[in-house]
């Protein structure tokens, strides 16, 4: 059996009851599960996709996704960080203190699409912060960095029920360990900027953590819980995501570029970070709100 979710976004247009019945008609069911009023639903159902039904509901902003039922609910949350777990590109944001924000983000878009070497796109924009005072980091995490709606709730409720939480990021271990306390990871993975007499050096640490590094990490996890890949729900946004995605058992491209959505079977355009917990049979009455 499978199960088709439809999911909006909580701050969006919200999914009414017509359009569930709409989408349970298309696929030949009656069996309706609403997980969340206005939000999220399930419908079971005997087929494993309906790009036209994916297209019609993409028209009133509800994502939809078709899985197995019986694997759905996961052991290892693993997460990018920027533009994922939260709103901001990092480098980004340290970049437009430093007077350099439009040619850092110009380039982070090209590697983010796919356009660019990841490492060498790192080491450009990382060259260009050369002298940045280092009391700029904690200024941007302080001023410039929000959470992703719906991550809270999605660490608290996946650890509460007993998954492991990863934050493996191509960004940069001053934000990731911030970000990975602040919501309660069990460890991040980022590359590290290197820094001298309170300034950045431009040089970031090696080897840098890059779509490889973050295939590894999930293997690494994995084989020290003693799991399976399919156990694994995994969230990103940019290029150098695929690897994660396409190796774990859900893949889910968050509001992403359009060259990794292409790639990916679980795309969540509308929905936060909360879509992660509808997807895995979570009602909102079970959400935890707080670790």
Known sequence: MFVATLIANPSGKPLTDELVQRAAANLNSADINWL???????????QSECESLWRDLQESEIDLVIQAESTRRKRVLLADMDSTMIQQECIDELADVAGVGAMVADITARAMNGEMDFDGALRERVGLLKDLNLDVIQQVLE?????????PALLATMKANGAYCALVSGG??????AIAARLGFDENRA???LNADGK??????????????????????????????????AVGDGANDLGMLTLA?????????????AQC???????????????????KSEFVLSI
């Open 249 to 261: 058992g859900s893949g889910v491209a968050l509001h992403a570029k359009p060259v990794v959505a």
């Open 191 to 193: 590359n590290t900027l």
């Open 36 to 46: 969340a009023d206005g939000i999220a639903a399930d419908i079971a159902c005997d």
């Open 143 to 151: 001023t410039r960095i929000t959470l992703m709606p719906g991550g």
């Open 265 to 283: 079977n679980i795309r969540l355009n509308f929905a936060d970070l909360s879509g992660l917990l509808y997807l895995q049979g979570y009602s």
């Open 172 to 177: 940069f271990t001053d934000f990731t360990q």
């Open 200 to 233: 950045l050096t431009g040089e970031v640490g090696m080897p840098i953590l890059g779509r490889e590094a973050k295939v590894e990490a999930l293997k690494d996890i994995v084989a020290r819980l003693d799991i399976s890949p399919k156990d694994v729900i």
